[in-house]
């Protein structure tokens, strides 16, 4: 079914209560494993319509966050998305309890039960109203991204539309451009700091009510840890120091020098050419058009795929004002189809857009086709970012299509850009770590704890000329901070991952895709740890890992810069 033609009606919470409830009488009454068995699947699928439901809606509002039918439909899933935990977490310990588990994960497998042993942890009744407030202050900060109208060359422009400016090859017009959105920022400074701070609070709270000191525990739960802990992404993070820090240091020089400049300025460090960076050719339909070439090319899976979501219209990549900024992967289990939300704005990035979030697309159009409950389709959000990152690199034969006579550009670009992602995410996840650690830190301080970090992960960066980053303010401007606690280091685990199919991609195609599409089939069938074991690539978790796929990346770069 096409998305415009997919029909919002929002659920009854009545019914939905009543219907839940009953489902949950009749697993705790069943007397065979087939009982058993049959209820769990009408639960499965009374599941995935109401979801898809409240998935509709968040999409339809993050495409216009000025809507004001949508607006008030986030408002009810904000309020009422804790009282149905309160409702699933009943079904969930009925289903633990159930005399046929045993049965079950025979079936299905023992993950999913050990995944909603996890679940529990992170809920209970008392903390429903602080949960609403938790929401309610992740959609404040939403809306207030999505409302920036910043005046620059002649227009009123989102924080999207300004991306491309920090590219020109014009310094004054980078320096400005960036001015500009930090002008914009400082002027909201006070409201991002409140509602941060409201955050860490609530978090700290919610935590508290659940029997943790701190949050961390509680957001590794959310985050669905099952195969490593804090003290494991401790050993990532000092790897990343050892290793990739040196190696982006000089990966920077060498831009610095390229560019002509002494030292890289905040404005100067998305700009790596003198003659300006590779830019996609054409219009967003004809970057479409040569999308679908690129995956009906790829293998018969992506042809399938592509073709499913350009004809159901689940995509959606212009940005325009009201929209909300950033990209991502959504599904509507009930028609099978996951959904695509982007801001194009004439970088590199759009095309990385569209293999990125393909990649997201990919695997859950595969897990939702294929596999059976829905509980082994979710994979953890690290699993899911190799989906999508090492797409954008089993996509690099098609690029030429994208970038034409600036293919070779995009190549180093991309390629170097995966390795210097790596010690911002890195330095992105330890100041969540260093937040939720001290709560009782001020404003100003937590901007200094990210002055700090800049130092250690970023030290090739001048930050002094524009008052609003040399402040140390930046982490502002990073969503994952506000919505999705922990969530970053799941970028890096996974870029290690993609950089390892990249290199098996280089020295035989065909092997590697066939992994990676062993990988895509598996879902949510194994932790990360042992998808990746079963891929046959290196744990990231031993430093000496990060050297390996590290170099091999630098090795390729030292022969074509």
Known sequence: MKFSQMQ???????????????????????????????????????SEKTGSMFNLAEIRHTLDTTNEFYATEKDFIDEYGPKAEELHQKWTETLLKSQFRPQMEEKWGNL???NAEIELKTFKPEIIEDLQEENRLITEYDKLMA???????????????????????????????IRATAGWRMNQAAQLDEIYDKLVKIRTKIAQTLGHEKFTQVGYYRM?????????????RDGVKKYIVPIVTKLKAEQAARIGVDRIKFYDNAFEYPDGNATPKGTPEEIFAHGKKMYHELSPETAEFIDFMLEN????????????????????????????????????????????????ALAAHIAMNNIKPSALQEYSAETA?????????????????????????YYYS??????????????????????????????????????????????????SDIPYISEGRMWQAQLHIYLYPFYYIDYCLAQIMALSFWAIDQKNHSEAWQKYLRLLSLAGTKTFVDLI?????????????????????????????
């Open 8 to 46: 919002y009606n929002r659920p009854n919470v009545d019914e939905i209560a009543e219907t839940s409830n009953q489902l949950t009488a009749e697993l705790a009454a069943a007397t065979t494993a087939e009982q058993a068995f049959a209820v769990y699947e009408k639960y499965d699928d009374f």
């Open 112 to 114: 999913m039960f050990l």
């Open 147 to 177: 409302s920036a109208q910043i005046d620059f060359d002649g227009k009123k422009l989102t924080l999207a539309q300004m991306g491309k400016y920090a590219e020109n090859p014009d310094r004054k017009i980078r320096e400005d451009s």
């Open 224 to 236: 669905q840890r099952n195969c490593y802990d804090k003290e494991m992404v401790a050993k990532f």
């Open 313 to 360: 219209e689940l995509f959606d990549v212009i940005t325009r004002p009201g929209k909300s900024p950033g990209g991502y992967c959504s599904t509507l289990p009930e028609y099978k189809a996951p959904f695509i939300f982007a801001n194009f704005n004439g970088t590199s990035g759009d095309i990385d857009v569209l293999t990125h979030e393909a990649g997201h």
């Open 385 to 409: 970012e190799i989906h999508s990152m090492s797409m954008e690199f089993f996509t690099w034969p098609w690029m030429k299509g994208f970038f034409a006579e600036q293919t070779d550009k």
């Open 414 to 463: 991309h390629l170097a850009s995966a390795l210097i992602f790596i010690p911002y995410g890195t330095m992105v996840d330890e100041f969540q770590h260093i937040m939720y650690e001290n709560p009782q830190l001020t404003p100003a301080e937590r901007h200094q704890e990210w002055l700090k970090l800049e130092a250690q992960y970023r030290p090739w960066l001048d930050l």
């Open 533 to 561: 074991g079963d891929a046959g690539l290196p744990t990231p978790f031993v430093a000496d890992n990060l050297k390996l796929v590290s170099d091999a990346a630098l090795e390729w770069l030292n022969k074509r810069k």
